[in-house]
């Protein structure tokens, strides 16, 4: 157990539907960091958050937001949903912004149908 | 088990065989170097680090090796062994990417699989 916890661990759901990803740091830890992993795409940044603010923002669509709670614990809205969205999503975190090393989750494995 | 990739390059070794595994990284301002183990169903795993000032760090069974002038990274592993199989990534901390420090990009990966 990584210290990352992430629900759920699968999701399977229409195209065009909404979906709602969960990820809560290892304890201690600030910044939460989103990724998603395609088969053909590797490991993409998407987002990343630092203590409830967003600090950086990689190949992450339109379609999808994410916040950062006051507990730290952080949520990945995945909206208008396409097959091609299909794919692992995964969080990481760190004790502050700028340390490199990541702890990741285990992954949520999303599947649009 | 999840499927991370079925475009990756893949290594075959046998059991107590080194093995290296090459990344070449794309930018050439970054500054920190990380290599990842993922296994099926898992997220990925730190397995080591390397700091753009060194060439060379080692750790139980795992050396990384860094050439800066060609923009290459390595992980080899002494005595490989079944648990060893998996997907080893390599990432590179590029300054200013996304607008943050911290942020890592990731090489595609490689497939390694041991034979016992």
Not at chain 1, 9 to 21: M, Y
Not at chain 1, 27 to 56: C, K, T
Not at chain 2, 56 to 63: A, F, L, S, Y
């Amino acid at each position: 157990d990584s210290g990352v916890t992430q629900t759920p661990k699968h999701l399977i759901t229409a195209t065009g539907q909404r979906v709602t990803l969960r990820c809560s740091p290892r304890s201690g830890d600030l910044s939460v960091y989103w990724y998603q992993q395609s088969l053909d795409q590797g490991l993409q940044f998407l987002i990343q958050y630092y203590n409830g603010e967003e600090r950086a923002k990689g190949n992450i669509l339109e379609r999808f937001s994410a916040q950062q709670f006051p507990d730290l614990h952080s949520e990945l809205n995945l909206s208008s949903l396409e097959l091609g969205d299909s794919a692992l999503y995964f969080c990481a975190s760190t004790p502050g912004q700028g340390h490199y090393g990541y702890t990741f989750g285990s992954g949520t494995r999303l599947t649009v149908v | 088990g999840e499927s991370v990739g079925l475009h990756l390059p893949t290594l075959s070794v046998q059991e107590g065989d080194n093995s290296i595994i090459n990344c070449a990284y794309s930018n050439s301002a970054s500054d920190y170097f990380i290599w990842y183990k993922q296994e099926s169903g898992k997220g990925p795993q730190f397995i080591i680090d390397i700091r753009s000032n060194m060439d060379k760090r080692q750790g139980q069974r795992v050396t990384v090796l860094l050439n800066k002038t060609v923009k290459h990274l390595s992980l080899q592993i002494a005595a490989t062994q079944p648990g060893d199989s998996a997907v080893y990534f390599c990432a590179e901390n590029a300054p200013n990417y996304g607008g943050s420090q911290g942020n890592l990009i990731f090489g595609k990966g490689t497939k390694l699989s041991v034979k016992p």
